[in-house]
Structures are given as structure tokens and as C-alpha cells.
Nanobody
Framework: QVQLVESGGGLVQPGGSLRLSCVAS????????MDWYRQAPGKERELVAR???????NYADPVKGRFTISRDNAKNMVYLQMNSLKAEDTAVYYC???????????WGKGTLVTVSS
């Protein structure tokens, strides 16, 4: 069982930046992808960014050019650098890991990001 713990959320003004971190209790190298999702109040959870084992990345259209996902396999860490934040980025952000080998997706408990002046 892998546990994921997010940190780095908080209150930031529009145009500001935050860096989210996710630490895994085990090796992340074996996971096909490490993802960041978010869920805004009254909305469904949505994929924000994905980084696969080979290092390739995908981003949701609303965050392209503003967010950057990265991983450090040696430290079992995944990061989400968020720049030029907007009010509509306000949400709970979840770290997630997927393994096709065992058919499992793991979730962290989330960290709240609030963008407001």
C-alpha cells in the first residue's frame, strides 16, 4: 500500500505562485504515471498535470504554460509549480499514482489552494 502526502497549499493572490509537493511512502519509479488532480467546490475532480515514467508530461488546457509538473524518483517526490495563479485555480489539489501492472490508482488526501485578493 502506497501512501501519498501533499503539501504546499495555501492562500495566494492572483498572479502569484505556489509549489505543491507530494511524497510517496514507497518508490514512485514503478508507477506508470504520477498525476496532479484538482477539485473545485461544486465541480468534478479533473486532471491537471501528468508525468509518466519516461518523463513525458501532459497538462490540462487551462494550466498550460503556467503549471509545471516534475518528479524526483530518488526522493519519491512529485512537484507542481504553479505560476500566474488565477481565482479559477482555487481547488483542493490531489496527488495520484497509477500502476497498470496491478491496476491500482492511489490518492493523497489533498491540499487546498486558494487564489484570492
Amino acid at each position: 500500500q502506497v501512501q501519498l502526502v501533499e503539501s504546499g497549499g495555501g492562500l495566494v493572490q492572483p498572479g502569484g505562485s505556489l509549489r505543491l509537493s507530494c511524497v510517496a511512502s514507497g518508490s514512485i519509479f514503478s508507477f506508470n504515471s504520477m498525476d496532479w488532480y484538482r477539485q473545485a467546490p461544486g465541480k468534478e475532480r479533473e486532471l491537471v498535470a501528468r508525468i509518466i515514467t519516461g518523463g513525458g508530461t501532459n497538462y490540462a488546457d487551462p494550466v498550460k504554460g503556467r503549471f509545471t509538473i516534475s518528479r524526483d524518483n530518488a526522493k519519491n517526490m512529485v512537484y507542481l509549480q504553479m505560476n500566474s495563479l488565477k481565482a479559477e485555480d482555487t481547488a483542493v489539489y490531489y496527488c495520484s499514482a497509477f500502476s497498470s501492472r496491478i491496476g491500482m490508482r492511489y490518492w493523497g488526501k489533498g491540499t487546498l489552494v486558494t487564489v484570492s485578493s
